[in-house]
């Protein structure tokens, strides 16, 4: 199944039960100081989640444009992105726990074809210092869709040393199942909405973990982890709190803030463990392998880096409200991307001048059908990347020739041996 087919399938199937399809705001955030760049399909919907009332009414469906600027560093494993669309249904007020969950498996499952075996299931323990309750609730409907699909799912506290157990379904603390824009409880400054959140987990099987490099190898493992055998796909947030100078109180509706990225969801629904193996890189992919040379499969973590970047910064900067690369806040992490991006392309060996609008004129191409911004943009994005790269492409000559001049000094006062082991010059 196509991505693009699975954008629609999700789109439509929440049309069919009673939402609205609503278009990605911009990724740049509107009077929102929270992010440098819109990070989930909720933020530009707050002051609905809030109590106003949406044009649309109160069930939302769309796909959000969004960039995740801490996952920078991360790129390079199998399923960490910068930018990424979010599939996100919101329910302002409206339905709740016993439509979301049975809704949400019925998409994976039915509408995507995943097997019901691998999905693992997490919900929030409970916290007694702000109040909130254990979420048996979401449990007991969790166990229902499991039952329904003739699996009995057994609830078990996650423990870090004692691995699976059996379980089917973690009760998880704050830090990994409440959800707000400054994440845990203690973090969320007054007036901000938040909530325990379900996450659903895809199983992509116990061979990753115990591969022979795999730091976690032999280690006990559980759903939420950081070694690579599970991969959340999907969550939703029962944003039905605020905080307050003292606390927290109920908000004056019940909301469902789900979100599920559809880079990962595509890679479980396509059988692959890589989001860069998902039809939505592989003209991007082959593009890199053009210029470069070189196969994906030898370079994978340079690959991913650069079209992770560049389609990043085609996104950003393609914007209706883009920006160009700049010195400081968001220009300046647009032109970390494209620095970094350039800087892995030398280490690929590609050698063309100004090469990277070749891989932003892909990213245009393959998706401004459903992001017509970026046709519209595409020219001003091309002019930007030729620059950047020029300015940077001075930077680095600059650089080498302050280097050379350097060396004669270096090596009298270090030796050579010396210098060439510790340096690599
Ligand atoms: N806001 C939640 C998230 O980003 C669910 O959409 O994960």
Not at 381 to 387: G, S, T
Request: proline fraction near 4%.
């Amino acid at each position: 199944m196509t991505s693009k087919k699975i954008r629609q399938k999700y789109l439509d199937f929440f049309k069919d039960r009673g939402h609205a399809i609503i278009p990605s705001a911009s990724v740049m955030p509107d009077n929102d100081s929270s992010t440098l760049f819109i990070s989930s399909g909720m933020q530009p919907l707050i002051p609905y989640l809030l109590g106003e009332k949406h044009p649309a009414g109160t069930s939302l469906v769309n796909s959000q444009k969004s960039f995740r600027a801490e996952d920078i560093t991360e790129v390079g494993d199998n399923r960490h992105i910068t930018f990424f669309e979010m599939l996100g249904n919101l329910s302002l007020g409206g339905y709740f726990k016993k439509e979301q969950l049975p809704w949400i498996f019925e998409f994976l499952t039915a509408e995507l074809g995943l097997d019901i075996g691998r999905l693992y299931a997490t919900v929030f323990r409970g916290d007694a210092d702000i109040g909130v309750d254990k979420d048996k609730e979401s449990v007991e409907i969790l166990k229902n869709i499991f039952k329904n699909k003739g699996l009995v799912a057994k609830d078990l506290d996650f423990s870090e040393r004692d691995g699976l157990r059996g379980g089917r379904i973690f009760y998880y603390p704050a830090g990994k199942n409440w959800w707000s824009r400054s994440g845990v409880p203690a973090n969320m400054p007054p007036g901000e909405p938040g909530g325990p959140d379900s996450e659903i987990f895809y199983d992509l099987g116990a061979d990753l973990k115990k591969h022979e490099n795999s730091p976690w190898a032999g280690e006990p493992c559980h759903v939420n982890c950081d070694c690579g055998r599970f991969i959340e796909i999907a969550n939703s947030v029962f944003m039905e709190f605020k905080k307050t100078a003292s606390g927290f109180e109920k908000l004056k509706q019940q909301n469902v803030d789900f979100g599920g990225g559809l880079e990962r969801i595509t890679m479980v629904a396509q059988g692959v463990d890589n989001i860069f193996e998902t039809d939505l890189f592989s003209n991007i992919i082959n593009g890199i392998s053009r210029l470069s040379g070189k196969k994906y499969r030898d370079n994978m973590k340079e690959f991913e880096i650069i079209a992770d970047h560049l389609r990043a910064v085609t996104f950003i900067m393609g914007d209706d409200k883009g920006i160009a690369p700049a010195n400081t806040g968001q220009g300046y992490l647009v032109r970390r991307l494209i620095r970094r991006a350039i800087r892995y392309g030398r280490q690929l060996g590609i050698t063309d001048d100004l090469w990277t609008k070749e891989i932003a004129k892909t990213v245009a191409h393959d998706y401004q059908e459903i992001y017509p911004e970026l046709g519209r943009n595409i020219n001003k994005v091309i002019e930007l990347l030729k620059e950047e790269e020029a300015k940077f492409s001075k930077t680095l000559e600059q650089g080498l020739k302050e280097l050379e001049k350097m060396k004669p000094k270096f090596i009298s006062a270090v030796g050579v041996g010396s210098l060439s082991a510790k340096s690599g010059i």
